[in-house]
Nanobody, 114 residues
Framework: QVQLVESGGGLVQAGGSLRLSCAASRIIFSGNTMGWYRQAPGKQRELVASITSGGSANYADSVKGRFTIARDNAKNTVYLQMNSLKPEDTAVYFC????????WGQGTQVTVSS
């Protein structure tokens, strides 16, 4: 069964850190670009960061220097380390796999209090 399972969201104060994890089925993870998106209430879903199978990363301007995406190909897992969190980072964060039509996780809530 193809699946993406996120974990690691929660409530944190501004300036704090969280690490999100996304465990994927091997069949979709291997060799494909993985990404983290987020969607805040009333806003469109936006790309936060992505990473190719070779480890090349891309970031939204709003998170550059604060967030780091990484992948462990042996564990079929992608991570998003989020530091210096701001209230505007509050959103549901979704894991995405660029395989075929694309696959999404169920989302994990990140709330940053001021």
């Amino acid at each position: 069964q193809v699946q993406l399972v996120e974990s690691g969201g929660g409530l944190v104060q501004a300036g704090g850190s969280l690490r999100l994890s996304c465990a994927a089925s091997r069949i979709i993870f291997s060799g494909n670009t993985m990404g983290w998106y987020r969607q805040a209430p009333g806003k469109q879903r936006e790309l936060v960061a992505s990473i190719t199978s070779g480890g090349s990363a891309n970031y939204a301007d709003s998170v550059k220097g604060r967030f780091t995406i990484a992948r462990d190909n042996a564990k079929n897992t992608v991570y998003l380390q989020m530091n210096s969190l701001k209230p505007e980072d509050t959103a549901v964060y979704f894991c995405h796999c660029q395989y075929g039509r694309g696959y999404w996780g169920q989302g994990t809530q990140v709330t940053v209090s001021s």
